[in-house]
């Protein structure tokens, strides 16, 4: 069965220096990962995705996330974090065996960024 | 990437009332899923809206509790019926055009942060 796990409720990181959000994911197939972010009353804003090539994707505002096979894992990262980057992470996968329409999402970690 | 525009925002509702959320994008989209995200939760997929035919609910979810229509492909709605505090949560609309292509990624509307009294 499709899985993702984020193991940490809330990441804490001063402002300028380089933040990590973790997820891992257990898929049958290749995995189809994607990271979104979730603002105080807002919905949910993609931020980027693994399908296949490199393994570090770039995305918005200055996100990149690494793909390790191995590892199972997609953590999202930031080389500077911002105040404004305080927000709801989600990682998702799609299985790619099973090309299937649905999202699993994971728990969400809360970023805090203070200055 | 499209643009979803999701009303109401948020309400409040007695209990034992409906609420019906609209989900309007602003181009023809091949799917469209309706979420909840109950307070401090993640997001789970109450059913999948389908163009012209009966939405596919995921298992927790019946139609009786969740009637949803989806008249063509760029409009769904979502009701709440019979409401009871335990429905308080936001609820999402999503859309993917995907045709096929399982790497396309979604798109979320606003959210409407539904409480019941």
């Known amino acids: 069965a499709q899985s993702v796990a984020q193991p940490e409720d809330q990441v804490n990181v001063a402002e300028g220096n380089p933040l990590t959000v973790k997820c891992t994911y257990s898929?049958?197939?290749?995995?189809?990962l994607f990271w979104y972010v979730q603002y105080p009353n807002r919905g949910l804003q993609f931020l980027l995705k693994?399908?296949?090539?490199?393994?570090l994707v770039k995305g918005s505002y200055g996100f990149e996330a690494e793909f390790n096979k191995s590892q199972t894992s997609f953590h999202l990262k930031k080389p500077s974090a911002l105040v404004s980057d305080s927000a709801l992470y989600f990682c998702?996968?799609?299985?790619?065996?099973?090309?299937?329409?649905?999202?699993?999402f994971g728990t969400g970690t809360r970023l805090q960024v203070f200055p | 990437s499209a643009v979803i525009s999701q009303k109401p925002s948020r309400d409040i509702c007695q209990r034992g009332t409906s609420l019906t959320i609209q989900c309007q994008v602003d181009?023809?989209?091949?799917?469209m899923f309706w979420y909840r995200q109950q307070p401090g939760q993640s997001l789970t997929l109450i059913a999948t809206a389908n163009q012209g035919s009966e939405a596919t609910y995921e298992s927790g979810f019946v139609i009786d509790k969740f009637p949803i229509s989806r008249p063509n492909l760029t409009f769904s709605t979502l009701t709440v019926s019979n409401m009871s505090p335990e429905d308080s949560s936001i609820y999402l609309c999503?859309?993917?055009?995907?045709?096929?292509?399982?790497?396309?990624?979604?798109?979320f509307g606003q959210g409407t942060r539904l409480t019941v009294v």
């Open positions: 693994y399908i296949t090539g490199d393994n």
């Open positions: 898929v049958s197939g290749n995995p189809y």
């Open positions: 998702a996968v799609r299985d790619a065996l099973y090309n299937t329409d649905k999202l699993i």
């Open positions: 181009s023809q989209v091949t799917m």
């Open positions: 999503s859309v993917e055009d995907w045709g096929g292509d399982v790497g396309t990624e979604a798109f």
